[in-house]
Every structure is written in C-alpha cells, then in structure tokens.
C-alpha cells in the first residue's frame, strides 16, 4: 500500500472526514424542519441512508444472512443509536436555546470517555486525558456561549438538559457496543441495517405523535434530505468501521467529535451571508485544537508510539555497569 493511500484509509483521516460530514447536516436539518415535523423527518432520513448502504454492499444474500444471524446485536444498535438516542436529541433541542443545547451536545466526548472508562478494561481515563477533554469541553463553550446570548428573562429546562445528558449516555454505551460488537456481522452490514430498522421505528413513532409530518415540498426539501441521507450512510459506514480496527479506543476516537462545533462555525461563515467569524469563535477554535493535540499524544504515548521516559533505576544501574 503507498504512503498516500495509506494516509487516506489512516483512521485520524477519516475520523475527520466523518465528524466534517455531521457538522455539515445542521443547515441540512434547519432547511427540512421548515417541511417536516422532527421524528417523521429523521425517520424519513434514515430509511433512506440504510438502504444506501444495502446497495453499496451489494450481496444481499450474505448481507441478510448476516442480519438474520446477528438480528438481536442489531436491533439493540437500532433501537439505542437510531430511535433512542436521536429522541432524546429532537426532545432535549426543542426545550432549549441553541447555544446551551451545543454546549451539551458538544460535550458528549466526555460521557462517551466516562462509559467507556467503566466498560472496557483497556480505555481507561488518564490525567492528561480527561484534562484534555474537559479542555475540549471548554472550547465548545466558548464557542457556543460566544456565538449567541440568551434572551433576557428566559428559564433553562431542567428536562431539556436532563435529555441532552440522556443523549450524551447512549451515545457512549452505543460506541462501545459497536467497538464489541460479534465477528459474524460486517460494519456496513452493522450501520446500514440499524440505520433502516431504526428509521422504520422512528417513522412509526411519530405517527401517533406528529400525524401526517410533511407540511409541504419543494426542490431545496428533496435537496437536503438527500444530502442528510448521504451522509448519514458515509458517516455512520465509516465511524462504526473505526469504532472496530484493532487498537481503536472509543474514547480516542470520540475525542474528534470536538471538530463538529468548529467545521460547523465556519461553514456558517462561508455559506451564510450574515454569519462571521469573530475572535471569541477562533479563541474557542484554538482551544480545541489544543485539546485535540493534547489526546493524540496521549493516545500515542499509550500505543508506544513515542519514546517513554526510562526510569530513574534504569539509569542508575546502566551507570553501575559503567
């Protein structure tokens, strides 16, 4: 494999592109909320990305036969990754201002740090990391509480913040359920048909909660469904892919999740006319970005990829030899 090709499959790369492809959907689920009531929506959104994925497999006698062998992993990834996880999102959102609903959001990498420290014996909190994260959770703020203000007089939802939280929790117990997932199942075979099963679900939930959601259509509608679509399935294909490569930590992995808030500023910058940068922003840009830095030396300190300090023992006794 070149040094290029395998640059470009490397899993920090696509950890990236991965967290640039959800940061882009904001715009995307702002246009469609102006045709589509919330949960009809989503569903609608991941029907459609799971059966992107069924046609990228293209095998669809293995890829069932691998669905009807690991039916309850997948239904147990649909139902926290798909249905719970996106309700607690839509609901948390909906009680509360955008700025204070970023600052949790934009803190999950610290609760999926957290599940994966009490699960998994070999992704377990250090000093530099959790100062890392928190430092990450920093930067969001910053961002978030910088970017906008909150009107006067306005009362924070207590249950807003309470679902938000929920949405952090499942989201971390889903990322390391995936990262433990059975051998039997492929991740696009994983993604694609938790994506479907848990748009079905969806869709099916706001029935009786929505009624019929869709107020109206029109070009820029079937455009960002169909962005929102997209890139939900490359998302989602390529996430649970590294969530599933040898030496991979939920954890570290998570930690890039920092980089939605600040791609999602500067698209707002180059697509909205009345949207510009200003130096709180870059300070908080600037934070992350330390803070991303910080996790990846510790991340490969830990792998033994850097240079670990010798002991001061070690060093007496080499000079005793002497």
């Known amino acids: 494999m070149s040094s290029l090709k395998r640059r470009f499959s490397g899993t920090v790369f696509l950890a990236i592109i991965a967290c640039l492809l959800w940061s882009s959907a904001f715009v995307g689920v702002k246009i469609g909320l102006k045709y589509h009531s919330p949960f009809q929506f989503a569903g609608l959104r991941f029907i459609i990305s799971g059966l992107m994925l069924i046609f990228y497999f293209n095998n669809s006698r293995d890829y069932w036969k691998e669905v009807r062998l690991n039916w309850r992993f997948v239904m147990l990834i649909a139902g926290l990754q798909t249905v719970i996880q996106y309700m607690f999102f839509y609901a948390g959102i909906s009680l509360l201002p955008a700025s204070v609903s970023a600052m949790i959001i934009g803190s999950s990498p610290l609760f999926i740090s957290m599940v994966s420290h009490f699960s998994s014996y070999n992704d377990k909190m250090d000093g530099m990391k959790t100062f890392s994260i928190l430092f990450g959770v920093a930067g969001v703020a910053v961002i978030s509480f910088g970017r906008s203000e909150l009107p006067s007089g306005l009362q924070i939802s207590l249950l807003g913040v309470v679902l938000l939280l929920m949405n952090n929790v499942t989201s971390g117990v889903a990322n390391v359920l995936v990262a433990k997932k059975p051998d039997g199942i492929s991740p696009v075979v994983l993604s694609s048909s938790s994506l479907l099963i848990g748009g079905i679900v969806l869709t099916l939930i706001s029935v009786p909660i929505e009624g019929y959601g869709l107020k109206a259509v029109s070009a820029e509608y079937f455009v960002a469904l169909a ?12 996430w649970f892919t590294l969530l599933q490569r040898p030496g991979v930590k939920v954890s570290g992995l998570n930690s890039w999740k920092f980089l939605i808030p600040v791609s999602g500023a500067v698209l707002s910058w180059l697509i909205l006319p009345d949207e510009q940068p200003d130096w709180v922003a870059v300070s908080g840009m600037l934070v992350i970005a330390s803070s991303l830095f910080m996790m990846n030396y510790s991340n490969r300190r830990a792998s033994g990829l ?14 005793d030899q002497k």
């Open 227 to 238: 962005w929102l679509s997209f890139l939900s399935a490359a998302a989602f294909g390529i």
């Open 306 to 319: 850097l240079p670990q300090p010798v002991p001061v023992s070690a060093k007496k006794e080499v000079f």
